[in-house]
């Protein structure tokens, strides 16, 4: 069935990157658009990339120049890389992945989520 799977999070500490990877398990991979997600403890999951099916990248004020989003989509994988991180971006992050069809059929899927902390 389908599924997203993230890895990579951890424990880093400030000034330290992590590449966070997400294996998608589901077909036509490449007309999903791709996303990552993260939410903090008391806070709304907020969106902190994404990359379209045409490979567009959009990201928020928040990360912008400090998180890159890519994909590969021969490997059914989209990834986040995070550079110079923050306590502030520590975070359960998921990956979600969505498309329509040409009858505008709505695929959403989400990750199960992995854990970022960032601190000394």
């Known amino acids: 069935q389908v599924q997203l799977v993230e890895s990579g999070g951890g424990l880093v500490q400030p000034g330290g990157s992590l590449r966070l990877s997400c294996v998608a398990s589901?077909?036509?991979?490449?007309?999903?658009?791709l996303e990552w997600y993260r939410q903090a403890p008391g806070k709304q999951r907020e969106l902190v990339a994404r990359i379209s099916s045409l490979s567009y990248t959009k990201y928020p004020n928040s990360v912008k120049g400090q998180f890159t989003i890519s994909r590969d989509n021969a490997k059914n994988t989209v990834y986040l890389q995070m550079n110079s991180l923050k306590p502030e971006d520590t975070a359960v992050y998921y990956c979600?992945?969505?498309?329509?069809?040409?009858?505008?059929?709505?695929?959403?899927?989400w990750g199960q989520g992995t854990q970022v902390t960032v601190s000394s």
């Open positions: 979600h992945a969505r498309r329509a069809d040409s009858f505008n059929r709505v695929y959403d899927y």
């Open positions: 589901i077909s036509y991979f490449s007309s999903y658009d």
